[in-house]
């Protein structure tokens, strides 16, 4: 099994920067997928930024594109996302997942993830 921890969440202006990290532990290993998902009020969770453990796959969601970084740790087992230029339209619940699989399997699906964190708030006003 593996749990996931995430932190760094609040509250911020427009133009404004969060970073999050999730924090991994248990049976996390190599050859995992793992991102950065949101779920804003009403509307379904989407996937924001997604990486392969491996390095070899990087996904962003067109609307974050240049905006959004995320980075990893593999040796503190650490997940991370650096959020600038944050608008409105980007506060939501923010959630880390992982699954197991190889970096062409990783894909955007919230469905295809089995490890998720508590979420943390990101709100943009």
């Known amino acids: 099994d593996v749990q996931l921890v995430e932190s760094g969440g609040g509250s911020v202006q427009a133009g404004g920067s969060l970073a999050l990290s999730c924090a991994a532990s248990?049976?996390?290993?190599?050859?995992?997928?793992m991102g950065w998902f949101r779920q804003a009020l009403g509307k379904q969770r989407e996937g924001v930024a997604i990486?392969?453990?491996?390095?070899?796959?990087?996904y962003y969601l067109d609307s974050v594109k240049d905006r959004f970084t995320i980075s990893q740790d593999n040796d503190k087992k650490t997940l991370y996302v650096q959020m600038n230029s944050l608008k409105p339209e980007d506060t939501a619940m923010y959630y880390c997942?992982?699954?197991?699989?190889?970096?062409?399997?990783?894909?955007?699906?919230?469905?295809?993830?089995?490890?998720w964190g508590q979420g943390t708030q990101v709100t943009v006003s």
């Open positions: 990486i392969h453990t491996s390095g070899r796959f990087i």
């Open positions: 248990g049976a996390f290993g190599s050859g995992m997928c």
């Open positions: 997942a992982a699954r197991f699989g190889t970096w062409y399997s990783c894909g955007n699906s919230a469905d295809a993830y089995t490890y």
